[in-house]
Nanobody, 121 residues
Framework: QVQLVESGGGLVQPGGSLRLSCAAS????????MGWYRQAPGKQRELVAA???????NYADSVKGRFTISRVNAENTVYLQMNSLKPGDTAVYSC???????????????WGQGTQVSVSS
């Protein structure tokens, strides 16, 4: 079974920075796309950023120029560098892995448990 473990969330003041990490494990050979989603109270989950195995990236308009997604394929790890944080960025951030190839076959949509990011003065 594939597991995703996030870390790096916390409380930060407006204008501050945080770096989220997500490590995938479970006999993994490759992962097609890794991404970060967020869900604020009372709102639907939304895509924040995604990155393909080849390094192509996609960002929500609300975070362009402030957030940067990156990954280390050899370590099955994805990062989200968040700068110039705003109170509107407050949410639970979850890591997602699409089409994971493992020793036991493919896992098509795997989620981490989520990490809280709170932006407040």
């Amino acid at each position: 079974q594939v597991q995703l473990v996030e870390s790096g969330g916390g409380l930060v003041q407006p204008g501050g920075s945080l770096r989220l990490s997500c490590a995938a494990s479970g006999g993994i050979f490759s992962i097609d796309t890794m991404g970060w989603y967020r869900q604020a109270p009372g709102k639907q989950r939304e895509l924040v950023a995604a990155i393909s195995s080849g390094g192509n990236t996609n960002y929500a308009d609300s975070v362009k120029g402030r957030f940067t997604i990156s990954r280390v394929n050899a370590e099955n790890t994805v990062y989200l560098q968040m700068n110039s944080l705003k109170p509107g960025d407050t949410a639970v951030y979850s890591c997602n892995a699409v089409r994971v190839r493992t020793q036991r076959g493919f896992f098509y949509d795997t989620w981490g448990q989520g990490t809280q990011v709170s932006v407040s003065s």
